[in-house]
């Protein structure tokens, strides 16, 4: 398994921000589409965002206007910019690479494990009230 590490996550209070990353040492971003899921406790995971090689992204709903991704592809890093953070974006976050990436995303919870190549372990994500 090539190692996909996130970092960043943390404690903070609502309306803070936050900055993800995530980076691989064996496996090359730039040629995969890339993102990041989250699944909170007793709740199924969810795509929060994608980014593809060309640099097209796409955001849930629950996020458009507060998240931003984005990639440097000569640091083989992939961000996630979390802005004005409430606590229903509490949840452990997840890196995937080699993912679908398109217009239709999210792709449907319960679906999404065999769609993704590489997953990270996860980094936790808290926004207190």
């Known amino acids: 398994q090539v190692p996909v590490v996130e970092s960043g996550g943390g404690l903070v209070q609502v309306g803070d921000s936050l900055r993800l990353s995530c980076t691989s040492s064996g496996l090359p971003f730039d040629e995969y589409s890339l993102a990041w899921f989250r699944q909170a406790p007793g709740k199924e995971r969810e795509g929060v965002s994608c980014?593809?090689?060309?640099?097209?992204?796409y955001y849930a709903d629950s996020v458009k206007g507060r998240f931003s991704i984005s990639r440097d592809n000569a640091k083989n890093t992939l961000y996630l910019q979390m802005n004005s953070l409430k606590p229903e974006d509490t949840a452990m976050y997840y890196c995937?690479?080699?993912?679908?990436?398109?217009?239709?995303?999210?792709?449907?919870?319960?679906?999404?494990?065999?769609?993704?190549?590489?997953w990270g372990q996860g980094t936790q994500v808290t926004v207190s009230s």
């Open positions: 995937a690479a080699a993912v679908p990436c398109s217009s239709s995303w999210p792709p449907r919870q319960g679906s999404i494990s065999p769609l993704v190549g590489y």
């Open positions: 980014i593809t090689s060309r640099g097209d992204h």
